[in-house]
């Protein structure tokens, strides 16, 4: 059960695109199409953003996107916004029916 | 309101046990999935273990195998962690969080705010 891996930071000016990288194996992102991402900013509890790679659930924002390719998923944020600071960590369920994060994205917006 | 409290949280000596609870409120607890997620100070988010809505499966990382049992008590609308022969490692914020009806593939849709467990050596 190894962590997901992501790029420890990412950064962007307003109105920029970014985008994290979320690479795992066969086991868990390459074999379903359940890969979400969750936005967490300091002191609160995650919030999901994404799920099944590029479903978003209700009032999550459209400036939010999931893909993937092969063993590795992406979320790309659009638009930046000073709010959209905060840490982002995939997750995928895995061949094994456990769960598996990511080591998580600090995004900056500069 | 949808809700999920979790409490128990507090500091243990290494070796020693101690549970969590997680009440849950505003929402059928009874035909929803949930999970134990941990977060060790300033580290990532973990994996901890999984309980279907009867109580009838259930899964855990391989680092809490044999040591964690997670439970759920649909009556009184409330899950648990017990936690025995706690080691430092152990150390984070603890988080109940529920298994999205849309999601097929274990997504959380509601988290709790966290409990946390320190294990002092």
């Known amino acids: ?110 | 309101q949808e809700q999920l409290v979790e409490s128990g949280g507090g500091v243990v000596q290494a070796g020693r046990s101690l549970r969590l609870s997680c009440a849950a409120s505003g929402f059928t607890f009874s035909s929803s999935p949930v999970h134990w997620v941990r977060q060790a100070p300033v580290k990532g988010l973990e994996w901890v273990a999984f309980i279907s809505d009867d109580g009838a499966n259930t899964f855990y990382a391989d680092s809490v195998q044999g040591r964690f049992t997670i439970s759920r008590d649909n009556s009184n609308n409330t899950l648990y962690l017990h936690m025995h022969s706690l080691r430092p490692e152990d150390t984070a914020v603890y988080y109940c969080a529920r298994t999205a009806r849309y999601c097929a593939g274990d997504c959380y849709d509601l988290w709790g705010q966290g409990t946390l467990v320190t294990v002092s050596s």
């Open chain 1, 1 to 110: 059960q190894s962590a997901l891996t992501q790029p420890a930071s990412v950064s962007g000016s307003p109105g920029q695109s970014i985008t994290i990288s979320c690479t795992g194996t066969s086991s868990d992102v390459g074999y379903y199409d359940y890969v979400s991402w969750y936005q967490q900013h300091p002191g609160k509890a995650p919030k999901l953003m994404v799920y099944e790679v590029y479903n978003r659930p209700l009032g999550a924002s459209d400036r939010f996107f999931g893909s993937k390719s092969g063993n590795t998923a992406s979320l790309t944020i659009s638009g930046l916004q000073a709010g959209d600071e905060a840490d982002y960590y995939c997750s995928s369920f895995t061949s094994s029916n456990t769960l598996v994060f990511g080591g998580g994205t600090k995004l900056t917006v500069l």
